[in-house]
């Protein structure tokens, strides 16, 4: 049972627009931290896709984009590609625990 | 150009022990927050363990006791040393530096896999 809650899956058509949740609570989103996103494709190593709610590094197409309100963020992703399918991640930090939490992924296919 | 390179996973038996390295370059270990995440097979990300540039350390609860981080500023290297293995242990093994503090992960490695097995 993860500390921050995703959906298991997602699915899209390419072209379409998809949105993964990110449900946490008062101790970890809901306490101002800043919420952090990964994606991670088949066989490879999460990489960050965005930081602090809404900040892409260098090389991150501007078809990804994340907001946060309350106790819960949204990654958004438009345009969707063939080479969006993967595993995205959601991450925190919770104050009760301690430490730094992930969301349990969701996936994304693309149809 | 920032790179991390793990070294150390393999097949141990219940009880026994493993340690991981995590090869830098580009990058300073010792100035930089440097963590180990894991990923059970078929399962999600989670944070085990982060060494913090001033020298502080933390563990997830699971794994206290048993398992010890360390760095080697000399060879810009860090380690985990994984003691008393568990099955429930196995997992590949990814070293994770967060290079401002901030909390979140901006380079990765490829991750190394650790197998507990009878």
């Known amino acids: 049972q993860s500390v921050l809650t995703q959906p298991p899956s997602v699915s899209g058509a390419p072209g379409q627009k998809v949105t993964i949740s990110c449900t946490g609570s008062t101790s970890n989103i809901g306490a101002g931290y800043a919420v952090h996103w990964y994606q991670q494709l088949l066989g490879k190593a999460p990489k960050l896709l965005i930081h602090?709610?809404?900040d892409r590094p260098s090389g991150v197409p501007d078809r990804f984009s994340a907001s946060k309100s309350a106790t819960s963020a949204s990654l958004a992703i438009t345009g969707l590609q063939a080479d969006d399918e993967a595993d995205y991640y959601c991450q925190s930090y919770d104050t009760s625990l301690g430490i730094v939490v992930f969301g349990g992924g969701t996936k994304l296919t693309v149809l | 150009e920032v790179h991390l390179v793990e070294s150390g996973g393999g097949l141990v038996q219940p009880g026994g022990s493993l340690r991981l390295s995590c090869a830098a370059s580009g990058f300073t270990v010792s100035s930089s927050y440097m963590n180990w995440v894991r990923q059970a097979p078929g399962k999600g990300l989670e944070w085990v363990s982060v060494i913090y540039a001033g020298g502080h350390i933390y563990y997830t609860d699971s794994v206290k006791g048993r398992f010890t981080i360390s760095r080697d500023d000399a060879t810009n290297t860090l380690h985990l040393q994984m003691n008393s293995l568990r099955a429930e242990d196995t997992a590949v093994y990814y070293c994770?530096?967060?290079?401002?503090?901030?909390?979140?992960?901006?380079?990765w490695g490829q991750g190394t896999l650790v197998t507990v097995s009878s």
């Open positions: 994770a530096a967060d290079l401002e503090g901030y909390n979140y992960f901006d380079e």
């Open positions: 602090d709610n809404n």
